[in-house]
């Protein structure tokens, strides 16, 4: 995801959510339990490998060796996920808010934000929470716009590949690769043949990216 003066793809709503799903996929392949995965998504893969002291290991028995953060997080994690599962039999009362559908597609010009919520018809503020990852207010040629429309599906009209190449340096891996243009290890993997994951530098890999069209 980029990052600069104009742009934080991390607050793009769709692009961190992607980005998120395919880092949790890599972590379970690496530790092959939730508990151990979550550990990792806080405080990074490399802090949790290096407190299992053998493969039977679960976050409950490395707990007191991470950070306070982690050991936090995780319990928490849980707790969300089993009141989201029955929130009455926790008492607590969901509140459900408008729901939008969203068009998302690269955009061509260069607008503030104001003048495509007249343009689009949509809530300003709206438009604004939807595109969190546009700095300025302002939506820049060649990056991502979210727009919401309420009670209108988007369904995917076309989707078109086209290659890149990547020259592999030194420390590099298949996950931050395929992270930084926005694809899958496994779509990589298959692409170049690769067998057991192994890349070395100098190799040239071959990167399938996508452009959508949606209507």
Known sequence: MRINSRVDERRDPYKSTVA???????LYRMFGRWDLVLAAYNCGEGCVQRKLRNSNNDFWDIKYRLPRQTREYVPKFFAMVLIAKNPKKYSIKIHRTNIYYVKTEKFHRTKSLKSLSRELGVDYGLLRKYNAHFKKGVAYAGYNLNIPYRN??????????????????????LYRIAKRYGVTVEEIVK?????????????????????????
Not at 20 to 26: E, N, R, S, T, V
């Open 191 to 215: 692409l170049n043949k690769i067998r057991d994951n192994l890349i070395k530098p100098g190799m040239v890999l071959k990167i399938p990216v996508k452009e959508v069209s949606l209507r």
């Open 20 to 26: 998120a799903a395919k880092y949790l996929k890599y």
């Open 152 to 173: 209108k599906k988007i369904s995917v009209k076309k989707v078109n590949y086209k290659l890149k190449y990547h020259y592999v340096k030194k420390g590099e891996t």
